[in-house]
């Protein structure tokens, strides 16, 4: 019965990291959309595929940060302030695909699929390089 207890008693911070994880997923989908310009779901919905490579990528590496984020914060405030800093880094992320590929943005809304795969490379480059910054 005492294994069991052990056991079980992580499942309070668990859940408080995951719920805090989802909803920072959330923010950073409303976030990186909104600074993006062009309407990244939208054109997911119309079948884009380049824009769904493009922000799957942002996901996938907002998503390794957050996971380095809960795995090293010494309490709830540290993991949201390094969420933050990994909702930054994706959009810094972004704005570096932007810097070299100029013409990105149109590249994507006319849903060139290579453009969509670079920036969601370099988006999930960016979050594993993130992720692994965040040691104490």
Do not use: C, H
Not at 95 to 115: D, N, W
């Amino acid at each position: 019965m005492l294994e069991l207890q052990e056991s079980i008693s992580g499942l309070g911070p668990f859940a408080i990291y995951f719920g805090l994880s989802l909803v920072a997923l959330v923010i950073f989908k409303k976030v990186y959309t909104l600074i993006t310009p062009y309407d990244d779901w939208q054109l997911v919905k119309d079948q884009n595929m380049a824009a769904a490579a493009a922000l799957s990528g942002a996901i996938i590496g907002f998503s390794i940060a957050l996971s380095g984020a809960a795995s090293q914060s010494v309490s709830v405030l540290d993991f949201s302030i390094w969420a933050v800093v990994a909702l930054v880094a994706q959009l810094i992320a972004f704005a570096l695909v932007r810097m070299f590929m100029p013409k990105i943005v149109s590249r994507i809304k006319e849903g060139e699929l290579p453009a969509g795969i670079v920036l969601g490379g370099v988006s999930i480059a960016i979050g594993l390089l993130n992720a692994g910054s965040m040691t104490y």
